[in-house]
């Protein structure tokens, strides 16, 4: 009978917790530089850091539900694979978003995905759940972005959600989207429109 084979990283099953406090502890910086060399733990702990923030872009950009998480997992393997290529000349942030932009984007030129799932904007205060009614409004809102933001451009789309779900300044989205400033304000601004008419739309059937 063969001895069982040790697990790769059999620590990780039981993280020290001082170790798994003073990574946590680390800036995005610190973790790329400890990464890049190699430290595992520090690769994890910058992945478990931008995770959800990957996860929620991506439902935004791309819409369904089941491939916005192959997309969020798509990026997130690429921030394993390609973080070498990561210099420094921009913030870990927007070199992120910038990869996860671009993957939603091949996907949805590959696809020509419509959006169908609603859309989580923002998380829900606690004890919505226990009001169905207001519970059904918010996912019949979330159901008519949802639609709107699927008629909107792809460029139109990523420009708005960065901007208004994210919060990046339109010199962010630049960098992020790889656009002109005023090519990004006119993005928004043009997304703005077709969701506020597309919204009233809905309202008045």
């Not at 590959?110 to 918010?138: F, Y």
Request: aromatic share 4%; with cysteine; net charge positive.
């Amino acid at each position: 009978m063969q001895p069982a084979a040790a697990p790769v990283r059999q620590i990780d099953r039981e993280p020290p917790s001082w170790r798994s406090l003073a990574y946590r502890k680390l800036s995005d910086v610190d973790l790329v530089s400890k990464a890049k060399n190699g430290d595992g733990w520090a690769l994890d702990v910058l992945v478990e850091r931008h995770a959800p923030r990957v996860n929620r872009l991506a439902l935004q950009l791309v819409g369904d539900l089941e491939e916005a998480r192959d997309a969020a997992q798509e990026s997130l393997v690429k921030l394993c694979t390609k973080l070498r290529q990561f210099r420094g000349e921009s913030q870990f942030a927007t070199w992120l978003h910038r990869l996860v932009v671009n993957t939603c984007r091949d996907r949805l030129a590959r696809a020509r995905i419509r959006q169908t799932e609603p859309l989580a904007l923002d998380d829900e205060p606690a004890g919505e759940e226990s009001d169905p009614s207001r519970a059904a409004l918010l996912a019949d809102k979330r159901r008519e972005l949802a639609a709107a933001l699927a008629r909107l451009s792809p460029n139109q789309r990523i420009a708005v959600v960065l901007r208004d779900v994210f919060g990046l300044t339109y010199e962010e989205i630049s960098r992020v989207a790889r656009m002109p400033v005023g090519t990004a304000k006119c993005y928004v601004h043009r997304a703005r429109a077709r969701l506020r008419a597309g919204l009233e739309e809905t309202a008045s059937d």
